[in-house]
């Protein structure tokens, strides 16, 4: 057992090193300049706690409606595919890594850059037909082979078993973001480009069931098409379907006035071949879209830049039409319009999000998973300033009395934000009455009232937006913050 001067000894040194440690850590948790109050002006909360603020977006686990779960497991049982959990493996896999194909005028720069190395390098009196040999070898094992999926009927069982509950997920996170943030917004037509397994006419039937009328599921796969239709009647072929209204097609409709409310494309856009198709399916989902154009693709670098192209084309597009009536502008997830600051970083990242879902209940397929996604969500019309608030790109990181948030803002920069409890957690003091006692001092006008910025940090996560403005004078520093009486 310690002796009384043991004890005092310890209780010394942990004084110095509390007095060592404080300042750093003060220096370390501070806010950078651009974010620094509540967006109390629209009363945003009104009633509701913090843990509730309208910019909670996430989602508990997300589980399939039980028909279509039902529906995969039957399709399943009646034709087993040997193997399928090391197929359904290997093929999630393939899909996660796969890059982007190759332009062809990348592909003839680098094709000059290794005929110069070589001829640099090598004998100058090697034959034509032998540099290129060479050069061709060389191409052909740093060039990544792009290849077309053609699904049959065995493969389209696979993709349904490793993609259907997690391009659920992915999508309906997609919709309930528009749900959220325009509850008004009844659509009543909406078409899937390269619909694969129907999931997108689940999730739109799950999240506006009652408004929509009008499905239009497109699919070059006439496989796909088919185990679409199955799903959708039960898992057979004569059933009655659990979603009215869906109709398939394997070509787009080719009239440019015929428009729906929702367009979407979900892990579509990244098996067209090349960036020319893409431009064209782009500017063909956009002309028939006359309120939200939803596009999904897998959360990697490769799907962010895809997604990105797609974005600036659309932008792009409203530059060149001043005169339309109905410009676009992103709803999600940047809050602004300018070049997306992830890539314009010296290490660009993917703009990504995880929606977590139950998967379904196969007999290797049982525990909770998270599906990692990047999304561009286009709109007709003209923003809203109450919901350009900045995204969190990135997990919100929780420590004691601070949080650390990566945001992308307004003005088109990341920004790391430091929110403390010291700084951002303080209240105004109200008498009986209901009346603010301190209205007189100017510092009060840059703090919140009644709620603060830390508590809604605390409650937020990976994806939501934090409601807050930019301040309209540089935050205070600690000498110059009021104290609570």
Not at 16 to 30: H, I, T, Y
Not at 238 to 257: E, N, T
Not at 288 to 293: A, D, G, V, W
Request: charged content about 25%.
């Amino acid at each position: 057992m310690a002796t009384a001067k043991e004890v005092k000894f310890l209780l010394t040194c942990c004084r110095s090193c509390r007095s060592l440690r404080g300042p750093q850590s003060r220096a370390f948790a501070a806010l950078v300049p651009g974010v620094s109050q509540v967006d109390n002006n629209s009363d945003f909360l009104g009633k509701k706690p913090h843990r509730k603020h309208p910019g909670i977006l996430r989602l508990p686990h997300v589980r399939l409606p039980q028909a279509l779960a039902n529906a995969a497991q039957l399709l399943l049982l009646e034709k087993p595919v040997r193997g399928i959990e090391k197929q359904v493996q290997a093929l999630s896999n393939y899909l996660w890594s796969r890059h982007l194909p190759v332009e062809p005028e990348e592909l003839q720069r680098r094709a000059a850059d290794l005929e110069k190395k070589f001829l640099e390098n090598q004998d100058s009196t090697q034959t034509e037909e032998k540099l290129r040999g060479a050069v061709l070898q060389a191409l052909r094992r740093t060039t990544y082979h792009w290849q077309r999926l053609s699904y049959n009927e065995e493969l389209s069982l696979i993709y349904m078993a490793a993609r259907l509950d997690g391009g659920f997920a992915a999508v309906f996170r997609a919709f309930h973001e528009i749900q959220a943030r325009t509850p008004e917004f009844q659509p009543q037509t909406l078409m899937d480009f390269g619909c694969g397994t129907g999931s997108v006419a689940w999730a739109a039937h799950s999240t506006w069931g009652q408004s929509l009328r009008e499905y239009v599921c497109v699919d070059s796969s006439a496989a796909m098409l088919g185990l679409a239709e199955k799903l959708l009647k039960g898992g057979s072929e004569s059933g009655k379907p659990c979603v009215p209204g869906v109709f398939f097609r394997q070509f787009l409709p080719v009239s440019p006035k015929v428009q729906f409310d929702v367009v979407v494309s979900a892990f579509a856009l990244s098996e067209l071949p090349s960036k020319a198709d893409r431009i064209e399916v782009v500017q063909n989902l956009w002309r028939k879209t006359s309120h939200f154009l939803v596009l999904v693709e897998n959360g990697t670098k490769a799907g962010h830049r895809l997604l990105m192209d797609a974005r600036d084309l659309v932008l792009q597009e409203k530059e060149k039409s001043p005169l339309d009536l109905q410009p676009g502008f992103v709803f999600a997830p940047c809050p602004h319009e300018r070049p997306c600051p992830q890539l314009a970083a010296s290490k660009s990242l993917a703009c990504s999000f995880s929606q977590a879902y139950h998967p379904i209940p196969f007999s290797w397929n049982k525990k909770p998973k998270e599906e990692t996604f990047s999304m561009v969500i286009l709109a007709r019309g003209s923003p809203k300033e109450a919901n350009r608030w900045p995204r969190i790109t990135q997990p919100v990181l929780k420590r004691p009395r601070h949080v650390h948030c990566h945001l992308c803002c307004p003005d088109g920069h990341m920004q790391h934000a430091v929110v403390t409890a010291r700084r951002h957690g303080r209240y105004r003091r109200y008498n009986r009455l209901g009346k603010c006692k301190r209205t007189d001092s100017p510092l009060n006008a840059s703090f919140p009232c009644r709620r603060d910025l830390y508590r809604c940090a605390r409650v937020s996560s990976w994806g939501d937006l934090l409601p807050v403005i930019a301040p309209s004078s540089s935050p205070l520093s600690p000498a110059e913050e009021p104290t609570e009486s």
